[in-house]
Nanobody, 125 residues
Framework: QVQLVESGGGSAQAGGSLRLSCAVSGDTVISSCMGWLRQAPGKEREGVASIDSSGSAYYVESVKGRFTISRDNAENTLSLQMNSLKPEDTAMYYC???????????????????WGQGTQVTVPS
């Protein structure tokens, strides 16, 4: 059974940084397709960043140049470094996984089968 546990959320000022981590058990990050998705109040869940089997990273346009997704194969974790935060980044952030190999951007929530419980990120305006 796959378990995903996020950490690292919190509050940061506009222009600040936060780093989210996702600890994975029951599968390995290197053999899976993984992503970070977020949901703001009153809005649909959206893909933020994803990483495919080859290690290629993909981002939604609104976070390009500010966010970096990465995986640590030895620690079996997925991370999201968020810089230059904006109030519109405020949301619940979820780590998600789909078993098996994949390629290309994976930013559609319906693509993923396993989800973490989420971690809140707040950037006051």
């Amino acid at each position: 059974q796959v378990q995903l546990v996020e950490s690292g959320g919190g509050s940061a000022q506009a222009g600040g940084s936060l780093r989210l981590s996702c600890a994975v058990s029951g599968d390995t990050v290197i053999s899976s397709c993984m992503g970070w998705l977020r949901q703001a109040p009153g809005k649909e869940r959206e893909g933020v960043a994803s990483i495919d089997s080859s290690g290629s990273a993909y981002y939604v346009e609104s976070v390009k140049g500010r966010f970096t997704i990465s995986r640590d194969n030895a620690e079996n974790t997925l991370s999201l470094q968020m810089n230059s935060l904006k109030p519109e980044d405020t949301a619940m952030y979820y780590c998600a996984l789909r078993r098996g190999r994949c390629s290309g951007p994976l930013l559609t929530p319906d693509y993923y089968y396993d989800w973490g419980q989420g971690t809140q990120v707040t950037v006051p305006s």
